[in-house]
């Protein structure tokens, strides 16, 4: 019995979903499903969904799809007859732009890829300077490749910021889907002479709440009794390209000035509970 299968999405439509043996990819554009089956970077074995498909469907199984991907040509090839194909002539201008566009798409690859190993080194580093500028010393900076996490702390004041960073987007084709977007958490600490007491009082409001993990926006307590330490942190998503352009270039000042209205809100929270 014959398959019917709706049509597919408008190719500028994302409303593709491609499933790999690495992972799920999309929400993605159908042009950009076929220039990266083409390039190699999603496996001929893939599978495809989308609304009105009533499963998974491996590439090769869907027709329509599948012609798109092959360039119109049938799976199994018709033989011809043997000989030279006669190529059309093309001019020497028309040469020289093909070979110019297979160099120009090269390096954009490479770019995009160099991009997507580096900018997680450089947002760091961003964060480090911004933090530094707000008068702040950098005390503790440990990864564990992925994780990355910051510890800073005022001098005279005795206050210290907490950062955890990760980048959510491991390679080219995942910030193509998703972004380069960074999870962030910030704490914000003050050190108390009555921790004990603090603590325990905090720990029974939220034990009370039921809080059983920090979704964005929401501000959590926690402590470190060894140091006398108390911190209200948040969790948030913010988009590493907000911040580090195509080449490198930070923009400091708003990095800078987002980091400042996180700690101002965390320090406004964390004295409503201790003082």
Do not use: C
């Not at 599978?47 to 360039?71: C, I, K, M």
């Not at 040509?73 to 194909?85: E, F, L």
């Not at 120009?104 to 450089?122: M, P």
């Amino acid at each position: 019995m014959s398959v019917t299968f709706p049509p597919l999405p408008p190719p500028d439509a994302a409303a593709l979903y491609v499933g790999t043996p690495e992972g799920q990819l999309g929400p993605m554009r159908l042009d950009d499903v076929v220039r990266q089956h083409a390039s190699g970077q999603i496996p001929p074995d893939a599978a495809v969904w989308y609304d009105g498909l009533p499963q998974w469907v491996p590439f090769n199984e869907h027709p329509e799809l599948r012609s798109l991907l092959t360039g119109g040509r049938n799976s199994t090839p018709t033989p011809v007859a043997a000989g030279p194909v006669a190529q059309p002539a093309r001019s020497d201008d028309e040469l020289d732009r093909q070979f110019g566009e297979l160099i120009k798409g090269s390096w954009d690859y490479f770019n995009a890829n160099q991009f997507a190993h580096h900018v997680d080194e450089v947002f760091i580093g961003a964060v480090i300077t911004s933090t530094l500028d707000s008068g702040y010393s950098l005390i503790d900076l440990t990864s564990d490749g992925t994780n990355h996490y910051l510890r800073f702390q005022q001098m005279e004041e005795h206050t210290r910021i907490l950062y955890q960073l990760h980048h959510l987007a491991r390679s080219p084709a995942e910030a193509k889907v998703l972004g380069h977007v960074a999870s962030v958490t910030i704490g914000y600490g003050e050190r108390v002479s009555n921790l004990g007491r603090i603590w325990g009082a905090v720990k029974a409001e939220y034990k009370s709440g039921y809080l059983q993990s920090a979704e964005p926006g929401t501000v959590t307590i926690d402590a470190d009794l060894e140091s006398g330490y108390i911190y209200a942190q948040i969790d948030l998503f913010w988009n590493i390209t907000d911040y580090v352009d195509d080449h490198y270039q930070t923009d400091y000042a708003k990095l800078g000035a987002h980091i400042g209205a996180s700690i101002h809100a965390l320090r406004k929270y964390l004295h409503g509970r201790i003082r």
